[in-house]
């Protein structure tokens, strides 16, 4: 049974930093798309940031050059550092894991990027960020 468990979320005053961190067992897929997403009170759920088992990364237009994701392969770890941080990035966020049948595709239109449909979640971390 895979699980996924996020901590690292937090309240903070706009302009600083989190990291997020992710740990998964119960699976032992090669191939595979990784990824954060975020929720906000009466948003959709949104995209932030995929990584493919290859480490190619793609990000919402929203966080680029502010949000680093990555992974540990040993400790079955994925990271999202948030830097430069803004109120409009409150929301819960959330990792997931998608194997992939065939070797990864990034970007759009590919097999791992923000629009993937994600079969594992974990429950969540809450990130709060005032002005």
């Known amino acids: 049974q895979v699980q996924l468990v996020e901590s690292g979320g937090g309240a903070v005053q706009g302009g600083g930093s989190l990291r997020l961190s992710c740990v998964g067992s119960g699976y032992t897929y090669s191939s595979y798309c990784m990824g954060w997403f975020r929720q906000a009170p009466g948003k959709a759920r949104e995209g932030v940031a995929v990584?493919?088992?290859?480490?190619?990364?793609v990000y919402a237009d929203s966080v680029k050059g502010r949000f680093t994701i990555s992974k540990d392969n040993a400790n079955n770890t994925l990271y999202l550092q948030m830097n430069s941080l803004k109120p409009e990035d409150t929301a819960m966020y959330y990792c997931?894991?998608?194997?992939?049948?065939?070797?990864?595709?990034?970007?759009?239109?590919?097999?791992?990027?923000?629009?993937?449909?994600?079969?594992?979640w974990g429950q969540g971390t809450q990130v709060t960020v005032s002005s």
């Open positions: 997931a894991i998608q194997p992939l049948g065939v070797a990864p595709i990034p970007g759009p239109g590919g097999n791992c990027y923000t629009g993937v449909s994600f079969d594992d």
């Open positions: 990584i493919d088992s290859d480490g190619t990364t």
